[in-house]
């Protein structure tokens, strides 16, 4: 296929977002420079992903409140991280506690991983490996990469309804790395990454002599609230007696 062909592929979705957005005054020459830049997030290298996460995660770590070096969170994920290791497939991992009452715990492609106090509360150490295993596992899995590059063609074509003057929605152009991380924090993966992800987990978790069964019992948590880190499919109770199943063949 032809360089001109894919831009207008990708070009295509970026029209019908500004139909929805009611724009009515792009130039012909922004809408070929919104289709490029479309191409480009289609083909964004493995670098590019990282460093768009980079960026991403940095925003979202000005914008939290960050729990200091000496704080009994940070010293209680630094034991539980000394355990999972800081390297995933190549990738280095970083991990922070974000002083929050929120649920939750994410991942992004640079290997960036922060866990909500909120979490640290409600769950065990292994627990929170669990937790940890399948966040690590939606980066090896390149599910954080497809992520990332989602949230960044729908921040194009965002700024292509920018272009027709609507201030609300230039607004959000402007703070691109932000609704970038927050696209990402907040993706709805399929039911088959989900379970491969937990799968990895227990994999993971098995293969570095932690003991899986916290991964059972976290779902067994996350199911008793709305916990946005809990995705609705499968559901918790599935997902749980999964790695029991998985548990129950190891001892065989």
């Given at each position: 296929m032809k360089k001109h062909q894919k831009t207008l592929l990708v070009a295509l979705p970026l029209v019908a977002a500004m139909s929805l957005a009611g724009c009515k005054n792009i130039s012909t020459s922004d809408l070929a420079s919104l289709g490029m830049k479309g191409l480009e997030a289609a083909t964004l290298s493995d670098n590019d992903v990282k460093a768009l996460s980079q960026q991403s995660c940095a925003e979202m770590d000005a914008q939290s409140k960050i729990a200091p070096a000496k704080s009994a969170?940070?010293?209680?994920?630094?034991?539980?991280?000394?355990?999972?290791?800081?390297?995933?497939?190549?990738?280095?991992?970083?991990?922070?506690?974000?002083?929050?009452?929120?649920?939750?715990?994410?991942?992004?492609?640079?290997?960036?991983?922060?866990?909500?106090?909120?979490?640290?509360?409600m769950m065990t150490d292994n627990e929170i490996q669990g937790v940890l295993g399948h966040e690590l596992g939606h980066v090896a899995l390149g599910h954080s990469k497809k992520a990332i590059q989602l949230a960044y063609t729908t921040e194009l074509a965002r700024d292509a309804a920018a272009a027709s003057g609507n201030a609300s929605v230039a607004s959000l152009s402007k703070s691109t790395l932000g609704a970038l991380a927050e696209s990402v924090i907040n993706a709805q993966f399929s039911q088959s990454q989900e379970q491969d992800a937990d799968n990895f987990s227990f994999n993971y978790l098995v293969k570095r002599k932690i003991n899986p069964a916290g991964l059972a019992s976290a779902f067994d948590k996350l199911g008793g609230g709305d916990a946005s880190i809990l995705s609705s499919h499968p559901s918790s109770a599935q997902r749980a007696e999964n790695i029991r199943n998985k548990i129950a063949e190891l001892k065989k």
């Amino acid at each position: 296929m032809k360089k001109h062909q894919k831009t207008l592929l990708v070009a295509l979705p970026l029209v019908a977002a500004m139909s929805l957005a009611g724009c009515k005054n792009i130039s012909t020459s922004d809408l070929a420079s919104l289709g490029m830049k479309g191409l480009e997030a289609a083909t964004l290298s493995d670098n590019d992903v990282k460093a768009l996460s980079q960026q991403s995660c940095a925003e979202m770590d000005a914008q939290s409140k960050i729990a200091p070096a000496k704080s009994a969170y940070t010293k209680r994920l630094n034991k539980i991280a000394k355990a999972l290791g800081n390297n995933i497939n190549g990738t280095p991992v970083n991990y922070k506690v974000y002083i929050t009452k929120d649920v939750n715990a994410w991942a992004m492609a640079n290997g960036c991983v922060r866990v909500y106090s909120g979490l640290m509360d409600m769950m065990t150490d292994n627990e929170i490996q669990g937790v940890l295993g399948h966040e690590l596992g939606h980066v090896a899995l390149g599910h954080s990469k497809k992520a990332i590059q989602l949230a960044y063609t729908t921040e194009l074509a965002r700024d292509a309804a920018a272009a027709s003057g609507n201030a609300s929605v230039a607004s959000l152009s402007k703070s691109t790395l932000g609704a970038l991380a927050e696209s990402v924090i907040n993706a709805q993966f399929s039911q088959s990454q989900e379970q491969d992800a937990d799968n990895f987990s227990f994999n993971y978790l098995v293969k570095r002599k932690i003991n899986p069964a916290g991964l059972a019992s976290a779902f067994d948590k996350l199911g008793g609230g709305d916990a946005s880190i809990l995705s609705s499919h499968p559901s918790s109770a599935q997902r749980a007696e999964n790695i029991r199943n998985k548990i129950a063949e190891l001892k065989k």
